[in-house]
Nanobody, 125 residues
Framework: EVQLQASGGGLVQDGGSLRLSCAAS????????IGWFRQAPGKEREGVSC????????YYEPSVKGRFTISTNNAKNTIYLQMNGLKSEDTAVYYC??????????????????WGQGTLVTVSS
């Protein structure tokens, strides 16, 4: 059974930091692209960041570039999203998702194979 377990969300003040984790199981972690997405209340889901577990290619949505860092620990089948300089507009439910196609994760998330449950990030101003 494929599972993507997101964790690490919480309440943080403006300017604070959080680290999200996405633990994967049930599929061959190597050679997958794993991305973070978020959905704020009343807004559409948007891509935040993506990493390819083999070649290390990364993508960042412009509003988080320079503040967020995505990384992978292939030995633990886990992806991390270090979020620094958090702002109120970062408040959302964050989801991780996986697909063998890096391009699909970045450009066409509705076609991504596997999705995890979300973890709530709340940034108070």
């Amino acid at each position: 059974e494929v599972q993507l377990q997101a964790s690490g969300g919480g309440l943080v003040q403006d300017g604070g930091s959080l680290r999200l984790s996405c633990a994967a199981s049930g599929f061959n972690f190597d050679d997958y692209a794993i991305g973070w997405f978020r959905q704020a209340p009343g807004k559409e889901r948007e891509g935040v960041s993506c990493i390819h577990t083999t070649d290390g290619s990364t993508y960042y949505e412009p509003s988080v570039k320079g503040r967020f860092t995505i990384s992978t620990n292939n030995a633990k089948n886990t992806i991390y999203l270090q979020m620094n300089g958090l702002k109120s507009e970062d408040t959302a439910v964050y989801y991780c998702a996986a697909d063998q196609s890096y391009g699909t994760v970045v450009t066409t998330p509705r076609l991504v194979d596997y999705w995890g449950q979300g973890t709530l990030v709340t940034v108070s101003s």
